[in-house]
């Protein structure tokens, strides 16, 4: 299995405003993956984050909102912009193992924009 | 349009039974099926996986099947402990360049009495 830590655990935020959630896996790995759930729904991914090069974005998400860093193999950081309450959910960083039907997440990121 | 679909919002069972858990998926493009566990304030943990060139995998109490014509896998928990009460989301990816897209059901709440 996968080790991952996200920080911060939880915040709670004010509309307009910008956070920063890092990842860091125990392990290099060649792509990292970011999801979300929003309260009471299931988990959507919004981007997958490769080493070296920008970051693929799904349908419905964009760069401008959601931008990512991936500077190494072990380490990625979404950045959820000029929040609204709208973007309240937990939010989940992902790595894969050994090939697609192992694949591994972190603890979350809770995050509430009042 | 939701591809992976789980029609029980919640299951409760005995202890010591069986607990079964289903899910149907529309997409025939998908490769590799995942069940995950989920405790509130957590993120999912991994569970079980199967490909679609196989129609059971099994791994200690936990047994996942795919019926491949009727776009349906299904989760058995033998025996069912207290311990196993959570949120359970099937999972699926079409593998490939889809590696580590996965596309989430809205999930089972599964609850185990003493």
Redesign the interface.
């Known amino acids: 299995?996968a080790v991952?830590s996200q920080k911060p655990s939880r915040d709670i935020c004010q509309r307009g405003t910008s956070l920063t959630i890092q990842c860091q896996v125990d392990s290099q790995v060649t792509?990292m993956?970011w999801?979300r759930q929003q309260p009471g729904?299931?988990?959507?991914?919004i981007a997958?984050a490769n080493q070296g090069s920008e970051a693929t974005y799904?349908s419905g998400f964009v760069i401008d909102k959601f931008p990512i860093s991936r500077p190494n193999l072990t380490f990625s950081t979404l950045t959820v912009s000029n929040m609204s309450p709208e973007d309240s959910s937990i939010y989940?960083c992902?790595?894969?193992r050994v090939?697609?039907?192992?694949?591994?997440?972190?603890?979350?990121t809770?995050l509430t924009v009042l | 349009d939701q591809q992976v679909k789980q029609n029980s919002p919640s299951l409760s069972v005995q202890e010591g039974r069986i607990s079964i858990l289903n899910c149907d998926y529309t997409n025939s493009m998908f490769?590799?099926f995942?069940w995950?566990k989920k405790y509130p304030?957590?993120?999912?943990?991994?569970l079980i996986?199967?490909?679609s060139i196989k129609d059971k995998n099994e791994d200690g109490r936990f047994t996942v099947f795919l019926n491949k014509s009727a776009k349906h896998l299904s989760l058995h928990i033998v025996p069912s402990q207290p311990g196993d009460s959570a949120v359970y989301?099937c999972?699926a990816?079409a593998?490939?360049t889809?590696?580590?897209?996965?596309?989430?059901?809205?999930?089972t709440i599964l609850t185990v009495h003493p």
């Open positions: 299995s991952i792509m993956f999801y729904q299931s988990l959507t991914l997958t799904e989940l992902s790595v894969g090939g697609p039907d192992t694949q591994y997440f972190g603890p979350g809770r | 490769d590799y995942l995950y304030a957590e993120g999912p943990t991994f996986s199967i490909s989301f999972a990816n593998g490939g889809s590696y580590g897209k996965l596309t989430f059901g809205q999930g």
